[in-house]
């Protein structure tokens, strides 16, 4: 069960990775123009993956793993309709034309 923690949480900090590369590139890109809305948006969701990054583990370490198991797989759940997809089309590699 640690195993699974434990990948489930890099699953989680490869998707706050990338969440923070976007962030950054729409704030200060080549072709940004941000804004309020922009950016508090980006803020919110910044922290909320931060959130879940921080309460899993803390959930973890207070003898909890199951309620840290739970809330580390939300975001994948969430997202493997996506990765589905496009383990789909990685696969099968459609002729678009």
């Keep these: 069960m640690l ?3 434990w990948v489930l949480w890099l699953l989680d900090v490869l998707a706050a990775l990338y969440a923070h590369r976007e962030f950054l590139t729409g704030v200060f890109g080549q072709y940004s123009a941000p ?3 922009f ?3 980006w803020l919110a969701l910044l922290a909320v ?3 879940i ?3 899993s ?3 973890k370490n207070h003898g909890s793993p199951t309620t ?3 809330i580390a797989a939300a975001p ?3 997202a493997l309709p996506y990765l589905l997809w496009m383990a789909m089309i990685l696969i099968t590699r459609p002729n678009w034309r």
Excluded: H
């Design 39 to 41: 950016i508090l948006m």
């Design 35 to 37: 804004s309020p809305t």
């Design 57 to 59: 583990v803390y959930f």
């Design 49 to 51: 993956i931060l959130a």
């Design 53 to 55: 990054l921080f309460g």
């Design 76 to 78: 994948v759940v969430v």
């Design 3 to 5: 195993v699974l923690f």
């Design 68 to 70: 840290a198991l739970i």
